[in-house]
T-cell receptor, first 112, second 115 residues
Framework: AQSVSQHNHHVILSEAASLELGCNYS??????LFWYVQYPGQHLQLLLK??????LVKGIKGFEAEFIKSKFSFNLRKPSVQWSDTAEYFC??????????FGAGTRLFVKA | GAGVSQSPRYKVAKRGQDVALRCDPI?????LFWYQQALGQGPEFLTY????????KSGLPSDRFFAERPEGSVSTLKIQRTQQEDSAVYLC?????????????FGQGTRLTVV
């Protein structure tokens, strides 16, 4: 069965530190990839997405993600985090049907 | 409204009760999704509507779960004879078109607790 694995459930960083959240998926075919973010008390919202083309995708708020097909990975990065980035981050994969599969999420806490 | 609206925000049900959860998608959005999010987990797909047609219900965990969208706008997720394992946040999302590469907008969810 297709699955999405997020390696870290909780991450604590200080402001200005660099961030990388891991995401791996299990599916050998064409995929559409997403990162969603959920700020405290708010709904899930799209951070960035990859469908085709340049494997390095830029999203909102300075986030980016790189699709590495050979590693089945889609890691999320940000060079310098801010306190306002404290949130839960979800990686998600769609393999062509209506179902999008989400990872279990990574809770990021940024210390001011 | 400006976003996807779900009601109620919180629901406590006694085991065995039936519940109905409502989703108001963004006006004009063709696609509507329901997800179930258990504590500490990511959202899990339940079902998908394109307008009023339910095109995928493969994620519904049992025949106690039923969803409808009769006029292609508001949707209701009904759970009959609730069980404790049904306790979760139920999320609704909508998108403008049916293409998979369009952004889905999520509501804030309904937190269901079965006691």
């Amino acid at each position: 069965a297709q699955s999405v694995s997020q390696h870290n459930h909780h991450v604590i960083l200080s402001e200005a530190a660099s961030l990388e959240l891991g995401c791996n998926y299990s599916y050998g075919g064409t995929v559409n990839l997403f990162w969603y973010v959920q700020y405290p008390g708010q709904h899930l919202q799209l951070l960035l997405k990859y469908f085709s083309g340049d494997p390095l995708v830029k999203g909102i708020k300075g986030f980016e993600a790189e699709f590495i097909k050979s590693k089945f990975s889609f890691n999320l990065r940000k060079p310098s985090v801010q306190w306002s980035d404290t949130a839960e981050y979800f990686c998600a994969v769609n393999t062509g049907g209506f179902k999008t599969i989400f990872g279990a999420g990574t809770r990021l806490f940024v210390k001011a | 409204g400006a976003g996807v609206s779900q009601s109620p925000r919180y629901k406590v049900a006694k085991r065995g009760q039936d519940v109905a959860l409502r989703c108001d998608p963004i006006s004009g959005h063709v696609s509507l999704f329901w997800y179930q999010q258990a504590l500490g987990q990511g959202p899990e797909f339940l079902t998908y509507f394109q307008n009023e047609a339910q095109l995928d219900k493969s994620g519904l965990p049992s025949d106690r779960f039923f969803a409808e969208r009769p006029e292609g706008s508001v949707s209701t997720l009904k759970i009959q004879r609730t069980q404790q394992e049904d306790s979760a946040v139920y999320l609704c999302a909508s998108s403008l078109v049916s293409a998979l590469n369009t952004e889905a907008f999520f509501g804030q969810g309904t937190r269901l607790t079965v006691v």
